[in-house]
């Protein structure tokens, strides 16, 4: 009968051995489940802070970016504000011009008038002269006329 109760005694133990080494290896299947998922874990950890990284560096480029364009912008709205200065001085040059050229058919005119006018006078002179000459031959020939009568 003893030798029954230790036989039954080393079964329940081999029992209670076979139970703890199957709990044991289902503990260390878990344990190793729980260290890949550590490890996926981990990896996808890096990956973010590499990401989050190269998104910190994005934005610091495009932030650099968007200030270089607002330069460009404020560069070119001086440009064009200095262009429209421009323009409003050459279309006031370019008025000053127009005016001075209606001036100048004006004097030309004026000049033509004057041209004419003299000519005129001129042609009046030659007449007057030419009058003048003949009146004295008149006059000269009313004398001789009148001398040799008397």
């Known amino acids: 009968r003893l030798d029954k109760d230790l036989n039954d005694e080393i079964e329940t133990l081999r029992r209670s051995k076979i139970k703890i080494k199957s709990s044991e290896d289902e503990k ?4 190793t489940e729980k260290e890949n998922e550590i490890q996926n874990l981990e ?17 610091e480029d495009n932030s650099k970016e ?18 429209k200065v421009q323009i409003k001085s050459l279309q006031k040059e370019d008025n000053v011009i127009t005016i001075l050229r209606k001036g100048l058919k004006l004097k030309e005119y004026e000049k033509t008038q004057l041209s004419d006018k003299i000519t005129e006078l001129e042609n009046e002179v030659v007449s007057l002269s030419t009058d003048t000459k003949l009146r004295e031959n008149v006059e000269y020939l009313e004398s001789e006329i009148e001398a040799k009568n008397y």
């Open 43 to 59: 990896k996808e950890i890096k990956n973010l802070m590499k990401k989050g990284i190269a998104n910190q560096q994005s934005l």
């Open 66 to 83: 968007i200030q270089n364009l607002r330069c460009d912008i404020a560069e070119k709205q001086n440009i064009i504000e200095n262009l």
């Open 28 to 31: 260390k299947k878990i344990i």
